[in-house]
């Protein structure tokens, strides 16, 4: 079945530093991907998409391009602050059909120091 | 409401005890999805109700879990005999179509003691 993979945290960065989160997925068809964000006592918030192989979704400084032949979504960001200390999860909802539901990596956290 | 609203916001019951868990989804919303987030295992599918469509329950763990969504609207999920494998942040999300933006819930953390 689909499943999405991505790299084991705790990632702890300088403020500054750049940042990838890697994730691949598996699925078939052509998935929407997706990358959400929880902060420290917070919901999970949509942090950016893509819909079709090639696009790059970006959101408050953060980019991931839909990779279709490497089936990977990896999340960058060229400066982190403490602000972005977060817990990342990456996902993919199937191509068509009736099921719909979002499919998530197990989340990556991620620690910003000053 | 202006977002996803779950109740309550935090449970601890006793081992063996039924407990119920309410989601009040984004108005106009017609998909609605249920999903327990435990330590260190990321994001299970539980349960996915589509308008009036049967609800997909592929991720119901267990028959002592169950879920209703009455009117198209609020959700219920039920968790019958509660384990302590059980405690977990249980969290809803709705979304206006099928290829729109799912909005979550703040969660209900279930401590099973």
């Known amino acids: 079945g689909d499943s999405v993979t991505q790299m084991e945290g705790p990632v702890t960065l300088s403020e500054e530093a750049f940042l990838t989160i890697n994730c691949t997925y598996t699925?078939?068809?052509?998935?929407?991907l997706f990358w959400y964000v929880q902060y420290p006592g917070e919901g999970l918030q949509l942090l950016l998409k893509?819909?079709?192989?090639?696009d790059k979704g970006s959101n408050k400084g953060f980019e991931a391009t839909y990779r279709k032949e490497t089936t990977s979504f990896h999340l960058e960001k060229g400066s982190v602050q403490v602000s972005d200390s977060a817990v990342y999860f990456c996902a993919l909802r199937p191509y068509g059909g009736s099921q719909g539901n979002l499919i998530f990596g197990k989340g990556t956290k991620l620690s910003v120091k000053p | 409401g202006a977002g996803v609203s779950q109740s309550p916001s935090n449970k601890v019951t006793e081992k063996g005890k039924d407990v119920e868990l309410r989601c009040d989804p984004i108005?106009?919303?017609?998909?609605l999805y249920w999903y327990r987030q435990s330590l260190g295992q990321g994001l299970e599918f539980l349960i996915y109700f589509q308008g009036n469509s049967a609800p997909d329950k592929s991720g119901l763990p267990s028959d002592r879990f169950s879920a209703e969504r009455t009117g198209g609207s609020v959700s219920t999920l039920t968790i019958q005999r509660t384990q302590q494998e059980d405690s977990a942040v249980y969290l809803c999300?709705?979304?206006?179509?099928?290829?729109?933006?799912?909005?979550f819930g703040q969660g209900t953390r279930l401590t099973v003691v």
């Open positions: 999300a709705s979304r206006a179509g099928q290829n729109t933006e799912a909005f």
């Open positions: 699925a078939t068809g052509y998935p929407s």
């Open positions: 893509a819909t079709k192989a090639d």
């Open positions: 108005s106009g919303h017609t998909a």
